[in-house]
């Protein structure tokens, strides 16, 4: 059995992730440029990590490595000079890949390049326009019905430039080649659950995992949304065929229930590992089928490579009102949910490391526990959990059904059942089969 | 894409129909004879038929055609010779296939031969005596109970002769052999739903779809009841194992909710495709189960064909109060309801002739939608059901999954799906594979 | 057809049954000894018995017989000499497999060897301890409670020496060599329900079984639990794979509903048998997955055997309240409850006797059951229940289903179906297919 010391400090370890959310929460970070270049730069303070800088114009399947965008400063000023819409105050308020504008307009004429939530008249809405070329700013509804009639000057210093896209990957080489992805899209700017609490747990994991002795390798990758996916795995085709399971990292961090989507393959073992631990986790879950549409598990999930990546997440993109919005921040993201994905990721790879096929040495009939220390003596009514455990074990170990099979079918958590296996193991009534 | 002109005007074509109901409604049917010769006579004015002979005593199968029923004239009389019941007031009052009599007899020698509905004492029960031989008189409860005693005058002027049993084929040729098969019993007299509302859907139907271009061949029977549908396939072995599925017609005016009985097989793509269309009308209905009971569904779903042939109906027979009764007239069939099951059938021909399977060009990874105008800009939160229809559609043309599967998978209406393979067809990012 | 004389006398049947009970009641069984040997011998005059000695120390698989126990008397006395508790009044007062003793100790020192059930003050737990040598006495916290402090004398006349296992066989044979098992513990004392119930039930069946002519052999093992089915199997390896279904009878005489667990296969005949009896059986009732736990089932399904042995029980051992106490006594078992069980097996037994293929031999349509007395004639509205299993019969008898599997898709009772078949192979359209 492998440990994968499941048990830490989570008081320590969510109090961890949340101060590196807090550190990079200020960054403008976009799928190219400085933002996610100095992100990634900080992850590598935590975790070893190989750095890949992918040129503008590289063709990547059916797409193309966009243009290095970077930004310095924006705003709206009124007639009297005052900033009225503030990059510095918050990098939402320009939308992402904006081209530089240098320009007087009337307020009608400004309109049409703002964004609001009429519904949610103090909120920012977090917008791009990665593929088409165009600016624009974001703004509180209520800020914009408060701005008088006039002119204004309106301001973007950005740049959209031949230069690359940036990606990091953090790889820890196990007993075998086979791979597990845990990928993790580091491109929004200061939107804090989406995705700065995948990212400090995804930094976490890896910190953590590589202490181990483990069966598999680990691959972080630590990519912008959509086209870093697309562009690994352009880049990348001889390694995907080793990637046995994987998961995408994001919205881990808001206090609401945890939320496994299931993968394409809706039945992988990655698949039946998360449900395991949710279904055993001690409280609400969803587990959500898969669907072509969320972040890069869409790419993971193309029917050209169709692995076995789904998603852990607490609420899912599009399903909390705070998503894409300026509520998305540190306030939004908490220690303990933090702390809490951080042990669910640990408990389903647990699963991953140590699911295996063993024998029952004594299988006609039960073998005598009792003698063995294993069986309550002058017996109480009923079978405790414990007990329960070993005679599924005894009973199911019989070449065909693997710990997790033993676990689903006596509908007990993964942990309780690999536990039995190991105490049976070393009583001598048990023995691993191959792997 | 086989375009079905989906889009009728439901008003028009309801009212054709319903009209044509109308016309057929006083005719005396049975399961020969001239009633149903007359209303294949009819249905040849509006769609091309082919029209059979089959003489009585011909074998087919376990069955034997039955001798040719005729009646001109039926009633009974009272002391004072006023006819009491008439059969020209209603076709119910005599049984079907009831013998000629030609006698006087005392109220309760008489009520030996008459059948009512104490429960419903306002209504005539609809009774056949096909093969057994007998007479009888059909009528209300309320009306037998006011007969006083005293000798009655019966007079049925019936026969009862060697002739044939009638029916009619409309064949619409396709690109293949393969069939689909409409069949439609005709020989109950004046009931409206079950089936003037069958014979005027099919007759509807057959004229739709010969305007069209399509892949299968369609065969109409318009055929008596069980009889007729052992008649025709104990006629033509040779033509069976080209039926791909097929649907009975029958109660499909009534105002209530529609229901898709499943073919004995189940599963197959008629029940597939009937599934799709009802959970996506946008209104009630029900999938019920095979059972070996109900309509001509019961001979082609014999274990010696098997055929692939559910029943799209709204009620079904034997599950509304009216049914078999002179309720189940003009009033209680209605346009609008017509029209709407007319609807019903066309969607699920139109999954017939398009599901199919395509191929993604563009399979590791999304293609880019955005550059071909497929996907929205500056994106507002979530996606439609145009573009989910769309990732759907590229997610899993696989070579392994045709348009209904994505269609189920997705829980979309298959015409949804449809259009999105047409778009994606034409943005050259998919393309038909075979069949 | 093989007729399993279902309809017998229910009142006649049940109070025999529960007579039986009644005579057992007193003797203080236990896995070994004398109080097992002469409740084997009684079940003896009344079914015709094999009889076996397993001598102690014979190595069962991972088990051993043990020694063999015997009690003579056990009491404890007060200071005054009377006996407080006294093994005379009731057997369980005294833990089963106690070693002798005789000494005279404190109200503290004893209260170390006393089991009562402080929740349920006024009943006497059974307890045994055979595998790990003590002694021990039970009874009524509330007896407990009202003894004084002082010193008690303690006495146990048992013994627990060298000796045999004894267990007896009641071999049916039948046409083939293919056996059902039927296995009852007989090693609890004075409780009624667990299981004197069980050995009254399986004497009865065995009884009623051996006047009839049956397809399989039946095989009913009265042993005592776990160590009697382990030696069992150990001893009888040439046998094991001849067993093509079985039940554990215990807990059959309780007033509530029936339980049926299913064999660790879970969907084998016997399960499916026992699921369509008792769905309609009338009454409610529960279908319980296996789990390894409960009695002898838990050796024949360990996974070396994997037989196809479900239970048939009343309420579960662990499920009711009066389980394993004094409460489980003869006001607690109930004729009435003894004879419905009793006509479940039969049931059961019958599908196993005479589940099995036929062929329509008029599969092409339906065949003209009218002509045949098989229809009803001028028809009312609907089928019945004879008619609907007439039809599903010749529908499904295609070569692939057998009667079970039509019962089940015409969610119909067995007997329903099996009267059909019979119906239609007596009217020639219909024909048994092998066995």
Same mark, same amino acid.
């Given at each position: 059995?492998?440990?994968?010391? $499941?048990?830490?400090?989570?008081? /320590?370890?969510?109090?961890?992730?949340?101060?590196?959310?807090?550190?990079?929460?200020?960054?403008?970070? @976009?799928? =190219?440029?400085?933002?996610?270049?100095?992100?990634?730069?900080?992850?590598?303070?935590?975790?070893?990590?190989?750095?890949?800088?992918?040129?503008?114009?590289?063709?990547?399947?059916?797409?193309?490595?966009?243009?290095?965008?970077?930004?310095?400063?924006?705003?709206?000023?009124?007639?009297?000079?005052?900033?009225?819409?503030?990059?510095?105050?918050?990098?939402?308020?320009?939308?992402?890949?904006?081209?530089?504008?240098? &320009?007087?307009?009337? $307020?009608?004429?400004?309109?049409?390049?703002?964004?609001?939530?009429?519904?949610?008249?103090?909120?920012?809405?977090?917008?791009?326009?990665?593929? @088409?070329?165009?600016?624009?700013?974001?703004?509180?509804?209520?800020?914009?019905?408060?701005? #008088?009639?006039?002119?204004?000057?309106?301001?973007?210093?950005?740049?959209?430039?031949?230069?690359?896209?940036?990606? &990091?990957?953090?790889?820890?080489?196990?007993?075998?080649?086979?791979?597990?992805?845990? @990928?993790?899209?580091?491109?929004?700017?200061?939107?804090?659950?989406?995705?700065?609490?995948?990212?400090?747990?995804? =930094?976490?994991?890896?910190?953590?995992?590589?202490?181990?002795?483990?069966?598999?390798?680990?691959?972080?990758?630590?990519? #912008?949304?959509?086209?870093?996916?697309?562009?690994?795995? &352009?880049?990348?085709?001889?390694?995907?065929?080793?990637?046995?399971?994987?998961?995408?990292?994001?919205?881990?961090?808001? #206090?609401?229930?945890?939320?496994?989507?299931?993968?394409?393959?809706?039945?992988?073992?990655?698949?039946?590992?998360?449900?395991?631990?949710?279904?055993?986790?001690?409280?609400?879950?969803?587990?959500?089928?898969?669907?072509?549409?969320?972040?890069?598990?869409?790419?993971?999930?193309?029917?050209?490579?169709?692995?076995?990546?789904? @998603?852990?997440?607490?609420?899912?993109?599009?399903?909390?009102?705070?998503?894409?919005?300026?509520?998305?921040?540190?306030?939004?993201?908490?220690?303990?949910?933090? &702390?809490?994905?951080?042990?669910?990721?640990?408990?389903?790879?647990?699963?991953?490391?140590?699911?295996?096929?063993?024998?029952?040495?004594?299988?006609?009939?039960?073998?005598?526990?009792?003698?063995?220390?294993?069986?309550?003596?002058?017996?109480?009514?009923?079978?405790?959990?414990?007990?329960? /455990?070993? $005679?599924?074990?005894?009973?199911?170990?019989?070449?065909?059904?693997?710990?997790?099979?033993?676990?689903?079918? /006596?509908?007990?958590?993964?942990?309780?059942?690999?536990?039995?296996?190991?105490?049976?193991?070393?009583?001598?009534?048990?023995?691993?089969?191959?792997?």
């Amino acid at each position: 059995m492998r440990d994968l010391n $499941l048990d830490f400090d989570d008081a /320590a370890v969510g109090s961890q992730m949340f101060r590196f959310a807090e550190e990079l929460f200020p960054i403008c970070r @976009s799928i =190219t440029g400085e933002g996610i270049r100095e992100t990634l730069h900080r992850i590598g303070k935590r975790v070893p990590l190989e750095f890949h800088e992918v040129p503008t114009g590289t063709k990547v399947f059916d797409w193309t490595v966009p243009p290095e965008w970077n930004i310095r400063d924006a705003y709206i000023k009124d007639q009297s000079g005052r900033r009225v819409v503030d990059f510095r105050d918050n990098n939402l308020h320009v939308v992402g890949y904006s081209t530089p504008i240098d &320009a007087r307009m009337s $307020l009608s004429e400004l309109k049409e390049h703002v964004h609001t939530l009429p519904d949610r008249p103090d909120l920012i809405p977090y917008r791009t326009s990665y593929y @088409s070329e165009s600016w624009g700013f974001c703004m509180e509804e209520e800020r914009l019905r408060r701005l #008088p009639d006039g002119n204004y000057d309106v301001w973007i210093d950005s740049s959209l430039e031949p230069g690359s896209l940036t990606y &990091a990957e953090c790889y820890l080489p196990g007993e075998t080649d086979d791979e597990v992805l845990i @990928s993790c899209h580091c491109c929004h700017p200061s939107v804090a659950n989406d995705n700065l609490s995948g990212i400090a747990l995804a =930094t976490q994991l890896a910190d953590h995992l590589r202490g181990l002795r483990l069966h598999h390798s680990y691959r972080f990758l630590f990519i #912008p949304g959509t086209i870093g996916s697309i562009t690994w795995l &352009a880049l990348n085709g001889d390694k995907v065929d080793r990637i046995k399971g994987g998961l995408v990292v994001t919205c881990v961090g808001d #206090p609401r229930h945890p939320t496994y989507k299931r993968s394409r393959q809706a039945n992988a073992l990655i698949d039946r590992a998360a449900a395991n631990i949710l279904r055993h986790s001690g409280q609400p879950y969803r587990i959500a089928d898969f669907i072509p549409y969320g972040y890069d598990e869409r790419q993971y999930c193309s029917p050209g490579f169709d692995l076995a990546v789904g @998603s852990l997440m607490r609420t899912p993109n599009d399903e909390y009102p705070e998503y894409h919005t300026s509520a998305d921040n540190l306030q939004f993201v908490r220690p303990e949910a933090l &702390a809490d994905s951080m042990s669910l990721y640990l408990r389903v790879i647990d699963v991953l490391e140590n699911d295996g096929s063993y024998l029952n040495l004594s299988p006609k009939g039960e073998p005598q526990l009792g003698r063995r220390g294993l069986y309550p003596a002058v017996g109480a009514q009923g079978a405790g959990l414990q007990l329960m /455990a070993r $005679l599924w074990v005894l009973n199911l170990s019989d070449g065909r059904h693997r710990l997790l099979d033993i676990a689903e079918r /006596a509908d007990m958590p993964f942990g309780t059942i690999k536990e039995a296996a190991r105490l049976l193991t070393d009583g001598g009534l048990l023995a691993p089969v191959g792997t």
